[in-house]
Protein backbone atom coordinates (compact mmCIF):
# COMPACT_ATOMS: atom_id res chain seq x y z
CA UNK A 1 0.00 0.00 0.00
CA UNK A 2 1.50 3.91 -1.21
CA UNK A 3 3.13 5.84 2.12
CA UNK A 4 -0.48 7.65 3.74
CA UNK A 5 -0.04 11.62 3.98
CA UNK A 6 -1.82 13.96 5.76
CA UNK A 7 -3.38 16.13 3.06
CA UNK A 8 -1.00 19.09 2.13
CA UNK A 9 -1.41 22.68 2.91
CA UNK A 10 -2.14 25.33 0.10
CA UNK A 11 -0.96 28.22 0.17
CA UNK A 12 -2.71 30.74 -2.43
CA UNK A 13 -6.25 31.12 -0.76
CA UNK A 14 -9.53 32.46 -2.32
CA UNK A 15 -10.34 35.65 0.16
CA UNK A 16 -13.69 34.50 0.95
CA UNK A 17 -14.65 36.89 3.44
CA UNK A 18 -14.73 39.20 0.73
CA UNK A 19 -16.93 38.07 -1.82
CA UNK A 20 -18.75 39.31 -4.54
CA UNK A 21 -21.63 42.15 -2.83
CA UNK A 22 -24.73 41.75 -5.27
CA UNK A 23 -28.13 40.85 -4.37
CA UNK A 24 -29.87 38.33 -6.93
CA UNK A 25 -29.73 34.79 -7.91
CA UNK A 26 -26.45 33.44 -7.61
CA UNK A 27 -24.81 30.34 -9.33
CA UNK A 28 -23.10 29.41 -6.26
CA UNK A 29 -26.50 27.85 -4.38
CA UNK A 30 -28.49 26.88 -7.68
CA UNK A 31 -27.67 23.70 -7.42
CA UNK A 32 -28.49 21.23 -4.44
CA UNK A 33 -25.38 19.17 -3.00
CA UNK A 34 -25.72 16.38 -1.47
CA UNK A 35 -23.21 15.98 1.72
CA UNK A 36 -22.61 12.85 2.07
CA UNK A 37 -20.75 12.39 5.15
CA UNK A 38 -18.48 9.15 5.53
CA UNK A 39 -16.69 7.44 7.96
CA UNK A 40 -14.79 4.73 6.65
CA UNK A 41 -11.19 5.83 6.29
CA UNK A 42 -9.70 2.82 5.47
CA UNK A 43 -8.59 3.74 2.20
CA UNK A 44 -5.39 6.07 1.08
CA UNK A 45 -5.55 9.80 1.38
CA UNK A 46 -3.64 11.30 -2.15
CA UNK A 47 -2.74 14.37 -1.24
CA UNK A 48 -4.22 17.83 -2.77
CA UNK A 49 -2.71 19.15 -6.26
CA UNK A 50 -3.55 22.79 -6.65
CA UNK A 51 -1.79 25.02 -8.99
CA UNK A 52 -0.09 26.96 -5.55
CA UNK A 53 3.04 26.38 -3.98
CA UNK A 54 2.78 23.29 -1.60
CA UNK A 55 4.22 22.53 1.72
CA UNK A 56 4.22 19.48 3.38
CA UNK A 57 3.09 19.07 6.68
CA UNK A 58 3.34 16.02 9.46
CA UNK A 59 2.96 13.07 7.98
CA UNK A 60 0.33 10.38 9.58
CA UNK A 61 1.37 7.20 7.26
CA UNK A 62 0.06 3.67 7.16
CA UNK A 63 3.68 2.46 6.94
CA UNK A 64 5.62 4.15 9.94
CA UNK A 65 8.91 2.19 10.14
CA UNK A 66 10.75 5.41 9.56
CA UNK A 67 8.40 7.13 11.63
CA UNK A 68 11.02 9.31 13.42
CA UNK A 69 7.74 11.13 15.90
CA UNK A 70 7.94 7.45 17.54
CA UNK A 71 8.72 7.12 20.77
CA UNK A 72 11.86 5.14 20.39
CA UNK A 73 11.38 3.54 24.38
CA UNK A 74 8.61 1.98 23.68
CA UNK A 75 8.27 -2.42 23.62
CA UNK A 76 9.57 -3.72 20.72
CA UNK A 77 6.97 -6.55 21.51
CA UNK A 78 9.44 -8.83 20.17
CA UNK A 79 7.33 -11.70 22.17
CA UNK A 80 4.17 -12.95 20.59
CA UNK A 81 2.37 -16.08 21.55
CA UNK A 82 0.11 -18.15 19.56
CA UNK A 83 -3.55 -17.96 21.16
CA UNK A 84 -5.64 -18.65 18.27
CA UNK A 85 -6.96 -21.82 20.25
CA UNK A 86 -6.75 -21.20 23.76
CA UNK A 87 -6.81 -17.64 24.90
CA UNK A 88 -6.84 -16.21 28.73
CA UNK A 89 -9.07 -13.21 29.25
CA UNK A 90 -7.23 -10.11 31.15
CA UNK A 91 -7.90 -8.70 33.93
CA UNK A 92 -10.08 -5.26 33.44
CA UNK A 93 -10.94 -2.07 34.76
CA UNK A 94 -14.43 -2.09 35.73
CA UNK A 95 -16.35 0.51 33.60
CA UNK A 96 -17.75 3.63 35.80
CA UNK A 97 -18.97 6.85 34.97
CA UNK A 98 -18.49 8.37 38.74
CA UNK A 99 -21.23 10.42 39.57
CA UNK A 100 -22.77 11.01 36.38
CA UNK A 101 -25.42 9.07 34.98
CA UNK A 102 -25.05 7.06 31.12
CA UNK A 103 -27.47 8.42 28.52
CA UNK A 104 -29.28 12.22 28.57
CA UNK A 105 -28.25 14.35 31.19
CA UNK A 106 -31.44 16.96 30.76
CA UNK A 107 -33.39 19.29 32.99
CA UNK A 108 -36.84 17.73 34.16
CA UNK A 109 -38.67 20.52 31.27
CA UNK A 110 -37.47 19.72 28.45
CA UNK A 111 -40.18 17.88 26.39
CA UNK A 112 -40.49 19.33 23.42
CA UNK A 113 -37.93 19.43 20.42
CA UNK A 114 -37.49 23.02 21.03
CA UNK A 115 -36.32 22.61 24.41
CA UNK A 116 -33.83 20.29 23.56
CA UNK A 117 -32.53 21.97 20.55
CA UNK A 118 -32.47 25.28 22.38
CA UNK A 119 -30.08 23.08 24.59
CA UNK A 120 -27.02 23.78 21.68
CA UNK A 121 -28.71 26.93 19.99
CA UNK A 122 -28.78 29.11 23.17
CA UNK A 123 -30.03 32.30 23.89
CA UNK A 124 -26.43 34.13 24.21
CA UNK A 125 -25.49 32.36 20.87
CA UNK A 126 -28.60 33.51 19.30
CA UNK A 127 -27.35 37.17 20.28
CA UNK A 128 -23.85 36.57 19.37
CA UNK A 129 -24.73 35.66 15.77
CA UNK A 130 -27.63 38.44 15.39
CA UNK A 131 -24.93 40.94 16.58
CA UNK A 132 -21.78 39.72 14.62
CA UNK A 133 -24.51 39.52 11.40
CA UNK A 134 -25.37 43.40 11.98
CA UNK A 135 -22.22 44.81 12.52
CA UNK A 136 -20.82 42.88 9.67
CA UNK A 137 -24.07 43.83 7.19
CA UNK A 138 -23.54 47.61 8.44
CA UNK A 139 -19.78 47.58 7.58
CA UNK A 140 -20.59 45.86 4.48
CA UNK A 141 -23.39 47.95 3.08
CA UNK A 142 -21.21 51.49 4.48
CA UNK A 143 -18.46 50.76 2.30
CA UNK A 144 -20.38 49.95 -1.08
CA UNK A 145 -21.92 52.22 -3.44
CA UNK A 146 -25.48 51.38 -3.86
CA UNK A 147 -27.44 52.52 -6.60
CA UNK A 148 -31.02 53.54 -5.42
CA UNK A 149 -32.37 50.24 -6.71
CA UNK A 150 -30.34 48.17 -4.61
CA UNK A 151 -32.24 45.61 -2.23
CA UNK A 152 -29.76 46.71 0.83
CA UNK A 153 -30.97 50.39 1.13
CA UNK A 154 -34.25 48.07 2.49
CA UNK A 155 -31.46 46.45 5.12
CA UNK A 156 -32.79 46.50 8.67
CA UNK A 157 -30.97 44.89 11.80
CA UNK A 158 -32.07 41.16 12.19
CA UNK A 159 -33.78 40.45 15.81
CA UNK A 160 -33.25 36.79 17.81
CA UNK A 161 -37.11 36.66 16.59
CA UNK A 162 -36.41 36.40 13.00
CA UNK A 163 -32.97 34.70 13.06
CA UNK A 164 -35.01 31.87 15.05
CA UNK A 165 -37.56 31.78 12.41
CA UNK A 166 -34.35 31.59 9.86
CA UNK A 167 -33.01 28.84 11.26
CA UNK A 168 -36.33 26.96 11.03
CA UNK A 169 -36.79 27.50 7.32
CA UNK A 170 -33.09 26.38 6.72
CA UNK A 171 -34.27 22.74 8.47
CA UNK A 172 -37.32 22.80 6.77
CA UNK A 173 -35.22 23.13 3.75
CA UNK A 174 -33.70 20.20 3.98
CA UNK A 175 -37.33 18.13 4.45
CA UNK A 176 -38.32 19.50 1.06
CA UNK A 177 -35.02 19.19 -1.25
CA UNK A 178 -35.72 21.63 -4.90
CA UNK A 179 -33.16 22.58 -7.58
CA UNK A 180 -32.16 25.57 -6.37
CA UNK A 181 -33.16 27.57 -3.09
CA UNK A 182 -34.31 30.24 -5.03
CA UNK A 183 -37.46 27.46 -6.24
CA UNK A 184 -38.97 27.57 -2.81
CA UNK A 185 -40.21 30.95 -3.17
CA UNK A 186 -41.72 30.04 -7.04
CA UNK A 187 -45.40 31.22 -7.64
CA UNK A 188 -46.30 28.54 -10.38
CA UNK A 189 -48.92 26.48 -9.03
CA UNK A 190 -47.32 22.90 -9.39
CA UNK A 191 -44.19 23.83 -7.10
CA UNK A 192 -45.60 26.30 -5.05
CA UNK A 193 -45.25 26.20 -1.18
CA UNK A 194 -47.21 28.54 1.12
CA UNK A 195 -45.00 28.27 3.98
CA UNK A 196 -42.02 29.83 2.62
CA UNK A 197 -43.78 32.55 1.23
CA UNK A 198 -45.58 33.14 4.20
CA UNK A 199 -43.03 33.16 6.45
CA UNK A 200 -40.17 35.35 4.89
CA UNK A 201 -40.34 37.36 1.58
CA UNK A 202 -37.64 36.35 -0.49
CA UNK A 203 -35.66 39.09 -0.06
CA UNK A 204 -35.29 39.27 3.27
CA UNK A 205 -34.56 35.72 3.60
CA UNK A 206 -31.25 35.95 0.93
CA UNK A 207 -30.26 39.18 2.74
CA UNK A 208 -30.18 37.43 5.96
CA UNK A 209 -28.31 34.49 4.38
CA UNK A 210 -25.66 36.54 2.73
CA UNK A 211 -25.16 38.50 6.08
CA UNK A 212 -24.89 35.51 8.26
CA UNK A 213 -21.83 36.16 10.38
CA UNK A 214 -20.41 34.39 13.67
CA UNK A 215 -17.41 36.00 14.10
CA UNK A 216 -15.85 39.63 14.03
CA UNK A 217 -13.31 39.93 10.67
CA UNK A 218 -9.96 40.40 11.39
CA UNK A 219 -8.88 42.42 8.40
CA UNK A 220 -5.30 42.92 9.66
CA UNK A 221 -3.56 39.29 10.18
CA UNK A 222 -4.97 37.03 7.34
CA UNK A 223 -3.29 33.79 8.80
CA UNK A 224 -5.10 30.29 8.67
CA UNK A 225 -5.44 30.63 12.96
CA UNK A 226 -6.96 33.94 12.56
CA UNK A 227 -9.44 32.83 9.48
CA UNK A 228 -10.57 29.84 11.41
CA UNK A 229 -12.09 31.84 14.35
CA UNK A 230 -14.69 32.58 11.59
CA UNK A 231 -16.54 29.27 12.85
CA UNK A 232 -14.21 28.08 15.44
CA UNK A 233 -15.72 29.73 18.68
CA UNK A 234 -18.91 28.47 17.14
CA UNK A 235 -18.34 24.69 17.06
CA UNK A 236 -16.30 24.69 20.29
CA UNK A 237 -19.50 26.48 22.23
CA UNK A 238 -21.94 23.75 20.68
CA UNK A 239 -19.21 21.03 21.41
CA UNK A 240 -18.96 22.16 25.35
CA UNK A 241 -22.97 21.83 25.13
CA UNK A 242 -22.84 18.43 23.10
CA UNK A 243 -20.28 17.26 26.64
CA UNK A 244 -22.71 19.27 28.90
CA UNK A 245 -26.05 17.04 28.28
CA UNK A 246 -24.91 13.60 27.66
CA UNK A 247 -22.74 10.84 29.32
CA UNK A 248 -21.76 8.01 26.97
CA UNK A 249 -22.19 4.29 27.57
CA UNK A 250 -18.81 1.91 27.76
CA UNK A 251 -18.46 1.46 24.01
CA UNK A 252 -17.91 4.88 22.05
CA UNK A 253 -16.28 4.98 18.17
CA UNK A 254 -14.20 7.46 16.74
CA UNK A 255 -14.10 8.32 13.43
CA UNK A 256 -14.26 10.92 10.55
CA UNK A 257 -17.20 13.44 8.92
CA UNK A 258 -16.49 14.95 5.81
CA UNK A 259 -18.20 18.30 5.09
CA UNK A 260 -18.19 18.93 1.23
CA UNK A 261 -16.47 21.62 0.06
CA UNK A 262 -14.10 22.33 -3.46
CA UNK A 263 -13.06 25.79 -2.51
CA UNK A 264 -9.28 26.99 -2.16
CA UNK A 265 -8.34 26.53 1.75
CA UNK A 266 -5.16 25.32 3.25
CA UNK A 267 -6.93 22.38 4.73
CA UNK A 268 -9.13 20.72 2.52
CA UNK A 269 -8.57 16.92 1.34
CA UNK A 270 -9.07 14.80 -1.01
CA UNK A 271 -9.98 10.93 -0.98
CA UNK A 272 -10.80 9.52 -4.89
CA UNK A 273 -11.90 6.39 -2.72
CA UNK A 274 -14.92 8.20 -0.74
CA UNK A 275 -18.33 9.46 -2.44
CA UNK A 276 -17.41 12.89 -0.66
CA UNK A 277 -13.68 13.26 -2.21
CA UNK A 278 -13.11 17.09 -1.86
CA UNK A 279 -14.21 18.10 1.99
CA UNK A 280 -13.54 19.37 5.48
CA UNK A 281 -12.44 16.69 7.86
CA UNK A 282 -13.73 16.82 11.23
CA UNK A 283 -13.07 14.14 13.40
CA UNK A 284 -15.51 13.03 15.71
CA UNK A 285 -15.91 11.00 19.02
CA UNK A 286 -19.42 9.40 19.41
CA UNK A 287 -21.43 7.14 21.46
CA UNK A 288 -21.69 3.64 19.62
CA UNK A 289 -25.06 3.04 20.56
CA UNK A 290 -27.09 5.91 20.23
CA UNK A 291 -24.84 7.80 17.42
CA UNK A 292 -24.42 10.83 19.85
CA UNK A 293 -21.69 13.06 18.82
CA UNK A 294 -19.95 14.00 22.23
CA UNK A 295 -16.50 15.66 21.05
CA UNK A 296 -15.12 17.09 17.77
CA UNK A 297 -12.08 18.15 16.49
CA UNK A 298 -12.15 20.28 13.19
CA UNK A 299 -8.79 19.93 10.90
CA UNK A 300 -7.72 22.59 10.27
CA UNK A 301 -4.23 21.47 9.20
CA UNK A 302 -1.00 22.47 10.89
CA UNK A 303 -2.79 24.54 13.04
CA UNK A 304 -4.76 21.37 14.28
CA UNK A 305 -1.92 19.65 14.81
CA UNK A 306 0.41 21.60 16.79
CA UNK A 307 -2.39 21.98 19.62
CA UNK A 308 -2.75 17.92 19.35
CA UNK A 309 -1.23 16.42 22.55
CA UNK A 310 1.42 13.40 22.52
CA UNK A 311 3.89 15.39 19.73
CA UNK A 312 6.30 12.16 20.21
CA UNK A 313 3.57 9.50 18.59
CA UNK A 314 2.21 9.93 15.06
CA UNK A 315 -0.65 12.03 14.89
CA UNK A 316 -2.93 9.45 13.96
CA UNK A 317 -2.40 8.23 17.51
CA UNK A 318 -3.09 12.02 18.81
CA UNK A 319 -6.60 12.54 17.61
CA UNK A 320 -7.60 9.61 19.24
CA UNK A 321 -5.76 10.30 22.57
CA UNK A 322 -6.68 14.23 22.32
CA UNK A 323 -10.89 13.63 22.18
CA UNK A 324 -10.47 11.10 24.86
CA UNK A 325 -8.96 13.83 27.18
CA UNK A 326 -11.53 16.16 26.30
CA UNK A 327 -14.12 12.93 27.65
CA UNK A 328 -12.02 12.82 30.62
CA UNK A 329 -11.68 16.95 30.97
CA UNK A 330 -15.43 16.30 30.61
CA UNK A 331 -15.88 13.57 33.76
CA UNK A 332 -12.80 13.48 35.41
CA UNK A 333 -13.92 9.61 37.10
CA UNK A 334 -14.42 7.97 34.35
CA UNK A 335 -12.86 5.07 33.47
CA UNK A 336 -12.99 1.32 31.34
CA UNK A 337 -14.13 2.94 28.10
CA UNK A 338 -13.71 0.77 25.13
CA UNK A 339 -12.88 2.91 22.21
CA UNK A 340 -13.30 1.54 18.46
CA UNK A 341 -11.40 2.69 15.69
CA UNK A 342 -10.75 1.53 11.99
CA UNK A 343 -7.32 1.24 10.70
CA UNK A 344 -6.00 5.08 9.87
CA UNK A 345 -6.03 5.37 13.97
CA UNK A 346 -5.00 1.74 15.37
CA UNK A 347 -1.77 1.00 16.48
CA UNK A 348 0.01 -0.50 19.20
CA UNK A 349 1.54 2.83 21.01
CA UNK A 350 -2.04 4.06 20.89
CA UNK A 351 -3.42 0.84 22.74
CA UNK A 352 -0.31 0.91 25.24
CA UNK A 353 -1.41 4.61 26.04
CA UNK A 354 -4.80 4.19 26.06
CA UNK A 355 -4.23 1.63 28.64
CA UNK A 356 -2.17 3.76 30.75
CA UNK A 357 -5.58 5.48 30.98
CA UNK A 358 -7.53 2.75 32.32
CA UNK A 359 -9.25 2.70 28.32
CA UNK A 360 -9.45 -0.08 25.91
CA UNK A 361 -9.41 -0.18 22.12
CA UNK A 362 -10.53 -2.14 19.65
CA UNK A 363 -10.13 -1.65 15.33
CA UNK A 364 -8.83 -2.62 12.31
CA UNK A 365 -5.02 -2.20 11.56
CA UNK A 366 -2.92 -2.63 8.49
CA UNK A 367 -0.26 -5.12 8.65
CA UNK A 368 2.96 -2.71 7.57
CA UNK A 369 1.76 -0.46 11.06
CA UNK A 370 5.41 -0.47 13.01
CA UNK A 371 5.67 -3.63 15.56
CA UNK A 372 3.00 -5.45 13.82
CA UNK A 373 5.00 -9.12 14.12
CA UNK A 374 6.00 -10.83 10.77
CA UNK A 375 3.69 -14.01 12.01
CA UNK A 376 0.27 -11.90 11.33
CA UNK A 377 1.46 -10.57 8.00
CA UNK A 378 1.42 -13.64 6.18
CA UNK A 379 -0.68 -15.99 8.83
CA UNK A 380 -1.11 -19.80 8.23
CA UNK A 381 -4.70 -20.04 7.29
CA UNK A 382 -7.00 -23.24 6.22
CA UNK A 383 -10.44 -23.95 5.21
CA UNK A 384 -11.35 -25.91 8.44
CA UNK A 385 -9.12 -22.70 10.20
CA UNK A 386 -9.33 -19.29 9.15
CA UNK A 387 -8.37 -17.88 12.21
CA UNK A 388 -4.62 -16.64 13.63
CA UNK A 389 -4.14 -15.01 16.38
CA UNK A 390 -1.04 -13.83 18.77
CA UNK A 391 -1.23 -12.14 22.10
CA UNK A 392 1.96 -9.89 23.91
CA UNK A 393 0.78 -8.67 27.52
CA UNK A 394 -2.35 -6.97 27.06
CA UNK A 395 -2.27 -7.01 22.93
CA UNK A 396 -4.24 -9.48 20.80
CA UNK A 397 -3.84 -9.08 16.94
CA UNK A 398 -6.16 -11.36 15.07
CA UNK A 399 -6.51 -12.46 11.25
CA UNK A 400 -9.72 -13.95 9.70
CA UNK A 401 -10.48 -14.89 6.60
CA UNK A 402 -14.05 -13.52 5.00
CA UNK A 403 -14.03 -12.61 1.49
CA UNK A 404 -10.35 -11.64 2.42
CA UNK A 405 -8.14 -11.51 5.25
CA UNK A 406 -9.22 -8.68 7.82
CA UNK A 407 -6.71 -7.96 10.48
CA UNK A 408 -8.12 -6.46 13.65
CA UNK A 409 -5.79 -5.17 17.11
CA UNK A 410 -7.63 -5.50 20.24
CA UNK A 411 -6.82 -4.40 24.66
CA UNK A 412 -10.32 -6.21 25.44
CA UNK A 413 -11.26 -9.23 23.63
CA UNK A 414 -9.72 -12.58 23.17
CA UNK A 415 -9.34 -14.96 20.61
CA UNK A 416 -12.88 -16.89 20.69
CA UNK A 417 -14.83 -17.26 17.99
CA UNK A 418 -18.80 -17.88 17.45
CA UNK A 419 -20.78 -19.83 14.30
CA UNK A 420 -23.20 -17.43 13.09
CA UNK A 421 -26.03 -17.89 10.02
CA UNK A 422 -24.78 -15.92 6.64
CA UNK A 423 -27.25 -15.50 3.81
CA UNK A 424 -26.61 -16.96 0.98
CA UNK A 425 -26.94 -14.55 -2.68
CA UNK A 426 -29.08 -16.95 -3.92
CA UNK A 427 -31.10 -18.57 -1.33
CA UNK A 428 -30.39 -20.35 2.20
CA UNK A 429 -27.77 -19.50 4.83
CA UNK A 430 -24.52 -21.17 5.23
CA UNK A 431 -22.74 -21.16 8.86
CA UNK A 432 -18.98 -19.53 9.35
CA UNK A 433 -16.74 -19.57 12.03
CA UNK A 434 -16.14 -15.83 13.25
CA UNK A 435 -14.47 -14.22 15.90
CA UNK A 436 -16.34 -12.38 18.70
CA UNK A 437 -13.66 -9.31 18.33
CA UNK A 438 -14.85 -8.77 15.00
CA UNK A 439 -18.64 -9.27 15.74
CA UNK A 440 -18.30 -6.80 18.52
CA UNK A 441 -16.01 -4.24 16.38
CA UNK A 442 -19.34 -4.69 13.83
CA UNK A 443 -21.67 -3.96 16.47
CA UNK A 444 -20.27 -0.74 17.95
CA UNK A 445 -17.81 0.91 15.64
CA UNK A 446 -20.71 2.51 13.02
CA UNK A 447 -21.62 4.96 16.36
CA UNK A 448 -20.09 8.27 13.76
CA UNK A 449 -22.04 6.66 10.82
CA UNK A 450 -25.69 6.64 12.94
CA UNK A 451 -24.89 10.34 13.42
CA UNK A 452 -24.03 11.11 9.63
CA UNK A 453 -26.79 9.26 8.60
CA UNK A 454 -29.53 10.96 10.72
CA UNK A 455 -28.07 14.04 10.01
CA UNK A 456 -27.73 13.41 6.06
CA UNK A 457 -31.83 12.31 6.22
CA UNK A 458 -32.66 16.07 5.90
CA UNK A 459 -29.63 17.86 4.92
CA UNK A 460 -29.89 21.57 4.05
CA UNK A 461 -25.99 21.61 2.60
CA UNK A 462 -25.42 24.27 -0.91
CA UNK A 463 -22.85 25.27 -2.65
CA UNK A 464 -20.97 27.98 -0.93
CA UNK A 465 -17.91 30.20 -1.53
CA UNK A 466 -17.39 30.43 2.08
CA UNK A 467 -15.82 27.38 3.79
CA UNK A 468 -17.45 28.48 7.23
CA UNK A 469 -20.69 28.79 5.92
CA UNK A 470 -20.61 24.60 5.18
CA UNK A 471 -19.00 24.14 8.78
CA UNK A 472 -21.90 26.52 10.65
CA UNK A 473 -24.62 24.66 8.75
CA UNK A 474 -22.82 21.05 9.01
CA UNK A 475 -23.14 22.17 13.32
CA UNK A 476 -26.82 23.12 13.01
CA UNK A 477 -27.58 19.60 11.46
CA UNK A 478 -25.60 18.49 14.23
CA UNK A 479 -27.66 20.00 16.76
CA UNK A 480 -30.13 18.99 15.67
CA UNK A 481 -29.39 15.52 15.29
CA UNK A 482 -28.38 15.34 18.97
CA UNK A 483 -31.57 17.00 20.04
CA UNK A 484 -33.58 13.91 18.59
CA UNK A 485 -31.31 11.38 19.91
CA UNK A 486 -31.49 13.46 23.29
CA UNK A 487 -35.28 13.23 23.17
CA UNK A 488 -35.78 9.92 21.63
CA UNK A 489 -33.34 8.64 25.20
CA UNK A 490 -35.21 10.56 27.26
CA UNK A 491 -38.59 9.72 26.04
CA UNK A 492 -38.14 6.06 25.98
CA UNK A 493 -36.38 6.21 29.70
CA UNK A 494 -39.93 7.76 31.08
CA UNK A 495 -41.93 4.66 29.06
CA UNK A 496 -43.32 7.11 26.18
CA UNK A 497 -42.89 6.34 22.89
CA UNK A 498 -40.69 8.90 20.83
CA UNK A 499 -41.89 10.44 17.32
CA UNK A 500 -40.22 9.40 14.29
CA UNK A 501 -37.04 11.96 13.24
CA UNK A 502 -38.75 13.42 10.77
CA UNK A 503 -41.75 13.96 12.66
CA UNK A 504 -39.39 15.56 15.54
CA UNK A 505 -37.76 17.97 12.61
CA UNK A 506 -41.10 19.28 11.45
CA UNK A 507 -42.18 20.00 14.81
CA UNK A 508 -39.34 21.67 15.76
CA UNK A 509 -39.53 23.84 12.69
CA UNK A 510 -43.03 25.16 13.33
CA UNK A 511 -41.65 26.23 17.36
CA UNK A 512 -38.29 27.79 15.97
CA UNK A 513 -40.81 29.92 13.56
CA UNK A 514 -43.57 30.38 15.62
CA UNK A 515 -46.12 33.44 15.26
CA UNK A 516 -42.88 35.10 12.69
CA UNK A 517 -44.38 36.23 9.59
CA UNK A 518 -42.53 38.35 7.24
CA UNK A 519 -43.97 37.39 3.93
CA UNK A 520 -46.76 38.00 1.57
CA UNK A 521 -49.88 36.88 3.93
CA UNK A 522 -48.53 38.22 7.09
CA UNK A 523 -51.79 36.84 9.16
CA UNK A 524 -51.30 33.81 10.97
CA UNK A 525 -53.12 30.54 10.49
CA UNK A 526 -53.97 28.86 6.82
CA UNK A 527 -52.95 31.17 3.75
CA UNK A 528 -55.53 31.52 0.57
CA UNK A 529 -54.51 29.72 -2.55
CA UNK A 530 -56.19 32.08 -4.73
CA UNK A 531 -56.46 35.37 -5.25
CA UNK A 532 -60.40 35.18 -6.32
CA UNK A 533 -61.49 36.86 -3.29
CA UNK A 534 -59.61 39.80 -2.91
CA UNK A 535 -59.85 40.79 -6.73
CA UNK A 536 -63.38 39.83 -6.80
CA UNK A 537 -64.63 41.64 -3.80
CA UNK A 538 -66.46 44.39 -5.55
CA UNK A 539 -64.43 46.98 -3.34
CA UNK A 540 -62.79 50.09 -5.14
CA UNK A 541 -59.45 48.75 -6.35
CA UNK A 542 -56.81 51.45 -6.85
CA UNK A 543 -54.97 52.23 -10.35
CA UNK A 544 -50.96 53.53 -8.93
CA UNK A 545 -48.39 54.06 -11.42
CA UNK A 546 -44.70 51.88 -11.12
CA UNK A 547 -42.04 53.54 -9.08
CA UNK A 548 -39.45 51.41 -7.84
CA UNK A 549 -39.40 49.35 -11.21
CA UNK A 550 -39.51 50.23 -14.86
CA UNK A 551 -42.71 48.35 -15.78
CA UNK A 552 -44.28 44.69 -14.83
CA UNK A 553 -46.02 41.99 -17.32
CA UNK A 554 -49.74 42.86 -18.16
CA UNK A 555 -51.19 39.79 -15.67
CA UNK A 556 -54.04 39.41 -18.14
CA UNK A 557 -52.78 39.98 -21.62
CA UNK A 558 -49.02 38.82 -21.03
CA UNK A 559 -47.85 35.86 -22.01
CA UNK A 560 -44.42 34.95 -21.80
CA UNK A 561 -44.78 31.16 -23.24
CA UNK A 562 -45.38 32.51 -26.60
CA UNK A 563 -43.31 34.15 -29.26
CA UNK A 564 -44.25 38.31 -28.95
CA UNK A 565 -46.46 37.26 -25.97
CA UNK A 566 -45.12 39.84 -23.72
CA UNK A 567 -47.07 42.89 -22.57
CA UNK A 568 -45.83 45.61 -20.08
CA UNK A 569 -47.22 47.98 -18.32
CA UNK A 570 -46.24 50.79 -16.11
CA UNK A 571 -49.17 50.62 -13.96
CA UNK A 572 -50.30 48.11 -10.89
CA UNK A 573 -53.28 47.47 -8.27
CA UNK A 574 -52.09 48.74 -4.91
CA UNK A 575 -55.24 47.33 -3.57
CA UNK A 576 -55.02 44.21 -4.10
CA UNK A 577 -52.05 41.95 -1.87
CA UNK A 578 -50.05 40.67 -5.24
CA UNK A 579 -49.83 44.04 -6.76
CA UNK A 580 -50.45 42.54 -10.08
CA UNK A 581 -49.51 44.64 -13.43
CA UNK A 582 -52.33 45.69 -15.28
CA UNK A 583 -53.19 48.06 -18.41
CA UNK A 584 -55.76 50.91 -17.96
CA UNK A 585 -59.20 49.75 -18.92
CA UNK A 586 -59.85 46.46 -20.34
CA UNK A 587 -57.08 44.69 -18.66
CA UNK A 588 -57.77 46.15 -15.22
CA UNK A 589 -61.65 46.05 -15.77
CA UNK A 590 -61.48 41.54 -16.51
CA UNK A 591 -59.19 40.81 -13.75
CA UNK A 592 -61.48 42.80 -11.61
CA UNK A 593 -65.09 41.66 -12.71
CA UNK A 594 -64.28 37.80 -14.42
CA UNK A 595 -63.64 34.72 -12.28
CA UNK A 596 -60.89 33.72 -15.80
CA UNK A 597 -59.77 36.93 -17.10
CA UNK A 598 -56.81 35.70 -19.08
CA UNK A 599 -57.37 36.32 -22.85
Known amino acids: MAKRKLPQEVFGETDDSDEDFYFGLPNTDSDRESDNYCSDSDSDIVPVKRQVRQLTISSDSETE ?54 LFFTDILLEKIVLETNKYAQNKIEKQSLSTRSTWNKWIDVTKEELSA ?25 GNIPFFTNTFRRERFLQIFWMLHLNENVSTNRNVSTRIQKVSNFLDYIADKFRAYFT ?47 ALLPYYGSVTTDI ?127 PNVVINYNMNMGGVDKADQLATSYCFMRKSCK ?30 KPMSH ?40 ILRHCENVKSKDCTVCSNRKIKGGRHQTNYFCDTCPRKPGLHIGECFEKYHTKENYKT
Request: charged letters at 25%; proline letters at 5%.
Open 248 to 294: PDREISIDESVVKFKGKISFITYNPKKPTKWGIRIYVLSDSHTGYIY
Open 65 to 118: ENDENENSNINEFTTWRDVTYTDQPQSKTNFSTGSKTVGPNVPLNCTEPIDFFR
Open 467 to 496: WWRKLFFWGLEISATNSYILYKASARRESR
Open 502 to 541: FMFVRKLVAQLVGDFRDGADSKPGRPSTSDKDERLNGKLH
Open 166 to 190: FLGVVLNMGTIPVPNMQYYWTKDYI
Open 308 to 434: LIRPDLPVSSRIVLHLYHTLLTANPEAKGYHIFTDRFFTGIPLAQELLKLNCYLTGTININRKYVPAVIKKPVLTKNNNVAAYRSGDILLLAWRDKRIVTILSSYDTSGTTIIERRKKQAGTVNIIK
